[in-house]
């Protein structure tokens, strides 16, 4: 198994561009969550799925952050438009279960917005 | 909403055993208790997991008293790798309500 795949490893861009961050979870797992984690603020739960459905989103920051699952194999995480203090590392995870059960992290995204 | 407490950082030498407690004192009756290690530009890895008493695996044991309130994680005969960010997660395996993560531990184990 591949494990949970991001896309981009790395993302550096102007404040105010759009920003797109890309998830494949772990195949058979229904769950989905993204995080993200600065020194600040340490780990932050943004938003999980279950079944492709969103969950609870209350961890989502403002109106800029958006996430969907159009289907089980795939989910994305945008920000629009992106501010400087939205650069941070950011993970995906996913689950056979709820996210009490073992979560397995992706390798994040380094997001730098300038 | 419950919440996780944990030290902010911990030293310790290679070879000694490890301790690290979690207070989370407004535990629900459905939720398990799961610790997970990061290393630098990682993600969290999954250590172990228990729901009450005892649970012990190749790497780690979490001891967890009959209030449930607390849980310790144990590492035992550390090395230089264990130097890592130590997270415990409070939550039901069955439902995605009400993750409740730590802050980390972070752990530095000296020669």
């Known amino acids: 198994d591949a494990g949970v795949i991001q896309s981009p490893r790395h993302e550096v861009t102007e404040m105010g561009q759009e920003v797109t961050l890309r998830c494949k979870p772990i195949?058979?797992?229904?769950?989905l969550f993204w995080y993200r984690q600065t020194m600040m603020r340490g780990l932050e739960l943004l938003i999980y799925?279950?079944?492709?459905?969103?969950?609870?989103d209350s961890g989502m920051p403002e109106d800029r952050f958006s996430a969907k699952m159009p289907n089980a194999s795939f989910s994305t995480l945008k920000i629009q438009p992106s501010e400087p203090r939205d650069s941070a590392v950011y993970f995906c995870?996913?689950?056979?279960?709820?996210?009490?059960?073992?979560?397995?992290f992706g390798p994040g995204t380094r997001l730098t917005v300038t | 909403l419950a919440k996780t407490t944990q030290p902010i950082s911990m030293d310790s030498y290679e070879g000694q055993e490890v301790n690290i407690t979690c207070s989370h004192n407004?535990?629900?009756?459905?939720?398990?208790i799961t610790w997970y290690q990061q290393f630098p530009s990682q993600g969290p890895r999954f250590i172990i997991q228990?729901?009450?008493?005892?649970v012990t695996n190749e790497v780690a044991s979490l001891f967890i008293p009959a209030d449930r309130k607390s849980s310790t994680l144990s590492l035992p005969r550390v090395s230089l790798s264990d130097t890592a960010v130590y997270y415990c997660?409070?939550?039901?395996?069955?439902?995605?309500?009400?993750?409740?993560w730590g802050a980390g531990t972070k752990l530095i184990i000296k020669p």
């Open positions: 195949s058979g797992h229904n769950s």
């Open positions: 799925f279950n079944n492709n459905v969103p969950i609870d």
């Open positions: 407004n535990i629900a009756t459905n939720d398990y």
């Open positions: 997660l409070v939550g039901d395996t069955d439902s995605n309500y009400q993750l409740i």
């Open positions: 995870a996913s689950s056979r279960s709820g996210g009490g059960g073992e979560q397995y």
């Open positions: 228990g729901y009450k008493t005892k």
